[in-house]
């Protein structure tokens, strides 16, 4: 049995990154050679199983690790993303042309 | 225990494969969401043809997924410039 995992790096100050589903938190726990625990999350999405972690890289505090096994069986919420924000992706995606 | 084996049925064997993605800050939802989400390639996303694709050479991750109707509406939407760009 195979399962594939994402371990996210991203520099950010804050531990929660915004991916665009709901998670409830289940676990937390301190690990080995690491100041920050590392907290397990699962997806709320009733009959979806996949699951993150979160934690703090242990070499580099200014980096956050998300790490997702699974795959969603549902489609991303469509919030009321705010068109300022929309707009502001589509500004640095324009940078990237 | 005694000596000799005791079975305990077949033995599993889980197999996790971690690939590390590097983001920054802005692009994570979509990255994240391409390669977890619903719809996404188990092949992984090199294997996967942009749906929008009009020729052109593959960009960032960021607004792929929009189609040039959903494009268009945002335009017409949106509000004055001034109001955008306000401190």
């Known amino acids: 049995m195979k399962h594939r995992r994402f371990a996210f790096q991203t520099r950010s100050q804050v531990d929660i990154l915004d991916d665009g589903y709901r998670w409830r938190k289940y ?3 301190s690990v080995k050679n690491n100041k920050f ?21 242990s070499k580099d505090e200014e980096i956050v690790v998300t790490t997702y096994e699974g795959t969603h069986s549902h489609p991303v919420e469509k919030t ?3 068109f300022e924000q929309i707009l502001r992706n589509h500004h640095i995606y324009s940078l990237t042309l | 225990m005694a000596t000799g084996g005791y079975s305990r049925g077949p033995v599993k064997v889980v197999i996790i ?10 692009s994570f939802k979509s990255v994240v969401q391409k390669l977890t989400g619903k719809d ?14 009009k020729g052109g050479t593959e960009r960032s991750f960021l607004m ?3 189609s040039f109707k959903e494009f268009d509406r945002l335009l017409r939407e949106m509000p004055p410039i001034n109001d955008l760009w306000a401190e």
């Open chain 2, 17 to 26: 494969n971690t690939q590390y993605v590097e983001t920054d800050a802005t």
């Open chain 2, 40 to 53: 996404s390639d188990t092949s992984g996303p090199k294997a996967q043809r942009n749906r929008h694709d």
């Open chain 1, 37 to 57: 625990p590392r907290s397990y999350y699962r997806c709320s999405y009733r009959g979806c199983n996949v699951k993150k972690q979160i934690q703090r890289h």
């Open chain 2, 64 to 66: 792929r997924d929009l």
């Open chain 1, 27 to 29: 676990g937390e726990k």
């Open chain 1, 80 to 82: 009321s993303e705010s």
